[in-house]
């Protein structure tokens, strides 16, 4: 009886001790085969620099088509180990228009608008019959009083709902991992906005700006005032210039001065970063409003050439004609009956991808929606030691027009030839990282500044052949999404891209290696569910009940046997 007690006693204080440990050690294991669930350093890190509470609202909930239950799954299983890392996480699945009338539904869906959260039609497929319900793909990160909209579903062209999951679970940590930075900490890098050379107007790049706004500090910048000045000094210029981590050259449109080119090249010598979307072309759509709809598009004169030869580029100015391509707006009617209808325009060149398989492409251009160019121009790479990324590319058939040449409206509806779109994969956006050489090395200076650099430290200049990538449209004085067209209602990745780009330019948390995260996720085949719906049906309901009806059967058959009389 005394072994029986003692047994028992050992046995109570080895389960104390294992309940013990257990609080103070905890481990979980990832055991997918491609670390589906494993949370990267960097996201640990803002987690732990996040030391307030975390609130996560996630509107998807409630009546779901079935990608996105699995989307909800694997948003739900990712919180999880945020929340296991952070223990002030608290998330909720919530359906923000439920058991609600139609005008509150619409008073709701308004106010998630202004904070970013949009609605999306989705339909569910059942028994042969379809049905749309409003769905919300997107959460929302409260942290500090401050509110940041999470996007969960990506927007992939010519993707289907499956694929459009897919490449969004791929995406759910660096989306919330880069929300949660939105919310939790201070910005710290500048970006310059320069607002000289007859470049983009702030109107026109108000929503690229405003994007720039949510990451880092912005503010607008003249180099070419020096020239016109005697009160600035062009080494206070630079002086000044040198405190951004960033310079961005929306679309200049009037010839650089040698003293801007100089100190922009003594800026990349001193390690700085250059976003330059340069148009090689004069050609606006207003050059078509006229009788004959024709219009006569000219190279325009940067005085940028010799500059970017000494760095590996060389801008194009021939005009690009893409088979791929998107569509443009014509107006029929006049005043209140105006209405627009799209047509195929060989000129907007769309592309979302390059034959450049490397990484640090893919960081930018994964999983990215098409970026729509205007009457582009084409980038050489020049071998000269500094690494060249090409961001986006012409597709496989392309045409380049020599100029000057004639676009006319009359090519609307007439058939392609597609011998004459005989080349194929021309740079449109090239990323240059290096030490780069001083394109004044061995030449007449035009001004003199102090501590002249002929070698640089490392910097990166991203080049991309049109401007108007950049430009959003303007509606009544109000400034539209980038990338959006107001008169043919696409959406295309304009902003996303310059985003991504200007993200891997400053990013020094390593969160745009999260967008190469790669998750396979297997769906059912709808069409296969629908034909044989009735065999898995006697599968899973009838087999069941036959197989447990056949066991009493012979059970009751060899009962009777062994004990008949």
């Known amino acids: 009886m005394k072994k029986t007690y003692t047994s028992f006693i050992v046995i109570l204080i080895a389960l104390i001790v294992v309940n013990v440990a257990s ?14 669930y494993t949370v990267s350093k960097e996201t640990e890190k803002i987690l732990e620099q996040a030391y307030k509470p975390i609130i996560i609202d996630v509107f998807l909930d409630g009546e779901l088509p079935g990608e996105f239950r699995k989307l909800k799954l694997e948003t739900g299983q990712f919180l999880e180990e945020m929340a296991a890392i952070h223990p002030n996480l608290k998330y909720d699945f919530i359906n923000p228009i439920e058991n609600t009338s139609q005008q509150e539904a619409y008073q709701i869906t308004a106010q998630l608008a202004k904070s970013g959260v ?75 906005f320069l607002r000289d050379s007859g470049t983009l107007s702030d109107l026109k ?61 003594q800026y990349l010598m001193q390690g700085g970063k250059l976003l330059l979307a340069a148009d090689p072309i004069v050609m606006e759509n207003d050059s078509l409003s006229n009788e004959e709809a024709k219009a006569y598009p000219l190279p325009r004169k940067l005085n940028l050439d010799d500059m970017l030869f000494k760095y590996g580029l060389r801008l194009n100015n021939g005009l690009v004609k893409d088979m791929n391509h998107g569509p443009i707006a014509l107006a029929s009617g006049q005043g209140r009956n105006t209405q627009y209808e799209a047509y195929a325009w060989p000129y907007y060149p769309i592309s979302k991808t390059s034959l450049d398989t490397s990484a640090t492409a893919q960081f930018i251009t994964k999983n990215l929606e ?50 004459t779109y005989n080349r194929s994969n021309l740079p449109l956006a090239v990323l240059a990282e290096g030490s780069f050489t001083s394109a004044y090395k061995n030449r007449v200076k035009p001004i003199n ?40 209602g696409q959406l295309y990745g304009n902003k996303e891209f310059l985003m991504n780009t200007i993200n891997y330019l400053l990013d020094d948390t390593g969160l745009i290696k999260l967008r190469n995260k790669n998750i396979n996720v297997p769906f059912l085949n709808t069409e296969k569910i629908i034909d044989e719906k009735f065999k898995w049906q006697f599968i899973n309901v009838v087999m069941p009940l036959l197989l447990v009806a056949g066991f009493g059967f012979v059970f009751m058959w060899l009962r009777k046997r062994k004990y008949a009389v």
Not at 126 to 137: A, L, R, W
């Open 205 to 265: 790049i108000r929503d690229f700006i405003q994007g720039v706004q949510e990451y880092y500090r912005a503010a607008p910048f003249g180099i070419e005032f020096v020239t016109t000045s005697d009160s600035i000094q062009p080494q206070q210029v630079l002086e000044s210039l040198n405190k951004f981590d960033l310079v961005v050259d929306p679309k200049p449109t009037v010839a650089f001065s040698e003293t801007k080119k100089y100190i922009l090249d």
């Open 370 to 419: 098409d970026v729509k160019f205007e009457y582009a121009g084409t980038i050489d790479t020049l071998k000269n030691g500094i690494k060249k990324t090409i961001l986006l590319s012409t597709s496989d058939h392309t045409q380049v027009m020599t100029l000057p040449a004639v676009v006319s409206l009359n090519e609307i509806g007439q058939d392609i030839n597609p011998e």
């Open 449 to 488: 500044l102090k501590g002249n650099l002929d070698q640089g430290k490392d910097a990166a200049i991203v080049l991309i052949a049109d401007g108007d990538i950049m430009k959003n449209q303007v509606d009544r004085g109000q400034a539209q999404e980038l990338g959006y067209d107001m008169r043919t």
């Open 118 to 192: 949009k609605g999306a039609v989705a339909t569910i497929q059942e028994g042969g019959k379809s049905t749309n319900v409003t769905v919300f793909p997107y959460a929302l990160v409260l942290y500090d009083g401050k509110t940041t909209a999470v996007p969960l579903l990506k927007t992939v062209a010519r993707a289907s709902t499956e694929e459009r999951v897919n490449s969004s679970i791929q995406q759910l940590e660096y989306q919330f991992a880069d929300g949660l930075r939105k919310a939790s900490q201070e910005k710290t890098k500048t970006v310059a």
């Open 23 to 36: 609080r103070s050690i905890y481990k979980r294991f990832d055991l997918t085969k491609d670390s589906r």
